[in-house]
């Protein structure tokens, strides 16, 4: 694989599988994931994300929704429809996947690449972007510039508004948001069953 095709695919490809649910939320199917992470077999994929729910399971976040498991119709070579299991999976659960992958394949680290840059952007999200060192805004505002977008404070700054430091506090902390619409996203996924 040349370098140009894995600076494209690192860039581009996790994010055009990346979908957003009524709620909100961003999830990743793993069906979509499998055929990324260059899986060919649903069933030694299957024991990477058997893995990675086992790290979840024993992590910090032991209390979130990481996946939920969806049934998926599709089309046979001879023209019939059968239903397939597939997961919407959570960015983190997606994070502990890329982690218990094969560390052969060169797409796996970008996996990792991508999943630890997104999870961190979340992370910085969630903080009071006024608690943060000046060390950790510099860090948070070059990833934003070298992903080809500007810093909250360059924007702001150009736009007139207010800097994110300057901006009020919300009743409710992003988390808080998440955890109810992942558990609406929980109900709504049994009973669609």
């Known amino acids: 694989m040349s370098k140009a095709k894995l600076i494209k695919y690192e860039e581009k490809t996790f994010e055009d599988i990346k979908h957003i649910d009524d709620f909100g939320n961003e999830y990743w199917s793993a069906r979509e994931l499998q055929k990324v992470l260059e899986y060919t077999e649903w069933r030694n994929f299957e024991k990477i994300i058997q893995k990675a729910i086992v790290s979840a399971e024993n992590s910090k976040n032991a209390d979130e929704v990481w996946l939920v ?9 001879k023209g019939k429809e059968e239903i397939i299991k597939d997961y919407k999976l959570s960015r983190y659960i997606c994070y502990l996947i890329v982690q218990n992958g094969d560390p052969r394949k060169k797409v796996i680290a970008l996996g990792q690449k991508y ?18 060192t000046e060390d950790e805004k510099r860090f948070y505002q070059r990833s934003l510039t070298k992903k080809g977008n500007y810093s909250l404070n360059q924007t702001a700054k150009k736009a007139g508004g207010t800097t994110p430091e300057k901006l009020p506090t919300p009743d409710k902390s992003l988390k808080e948001l998440e955890k109810e619409s992942k558990r609406n996203l929980v109900t709504t996924g049994n009973k669609k069953g």
């Open 115 to 132: 999943f630890a840059v997104q999870t961190r952007k979340q992370e910085i999200s969630e903080k009071d972007y006024s608690l943060l």
């Open 69 to 77: 498991e969806v049934n998926k119709p599709i089309k046979t070579g």
